[in-house]
């Protein structure tokens, strides 16, 4: 399985961005996905997830609001919009994909099995 993140960029305080998270392979349908961010110095941390089916989706309380996440399944692809942008939220963006299938997602990263390489948002004030 290969994850491939795209879409970063940097932005003023206020935009908007739109990541895409290719997934290679024929189970992309049967797991839950999420996007995680890590900022220099802090640890990798749950920003938005969605299950296997796309009916479930959870966000952390600092994007709840402003990010919206979407899973495209004829294009295997996962979707992070991400709204009124702010300073904190600069950071490298990763997908990943959850280990177990059929299963909702979970906020934490151990959770999850394979990664993307990351694409940087970098939000100016």
């Known amino acids: 399985v290969q994850l491939v993140e795209s879409g970063g960029g940097l932005v003023q305080a206020g935009g908007s961005l739109r990541l895409s998270c290719a997934a290679s392979?024929?189970?992309?349908?049967?797991?839950?996905m999420g996007w995680f961010h890590q900022a220099p110095g802090k640890e990798r941390e749950f920003v938005a997830g969605?299950?296997?089916?796309?009916?479930?989706?959870r966000y952390a309380d600092s994007v709840k609001g402003r990010f919206t996440i979407s899973r495209d399944y004829a294009k295997n692809t996962v979707f992070l919009q991400m709204s009124s942008l702010k300073p904190e939220d600069t950071a490298v963006y990763y997908c990943?994909?959850?280990?177990?299938?059929?299963?909702?997602?979970?906020?934490?990263?151990?959770?999850?099995?394979?990664w993307g390489q990351g694409t940087q948002v970098t939000v100016s004030s």
């Open positions: 990943a994909r959850l280990s177990r299938s059929y299963s909702s997602p979970n906020v934490d990263r151990g959770s999850y099995e394979y």
């Open positions: 392979g024929r189970t992309f349908s049967s797991y839950a």
């Open positions: 969605i299950s296997w089916d796309g009916g479930y989706t």
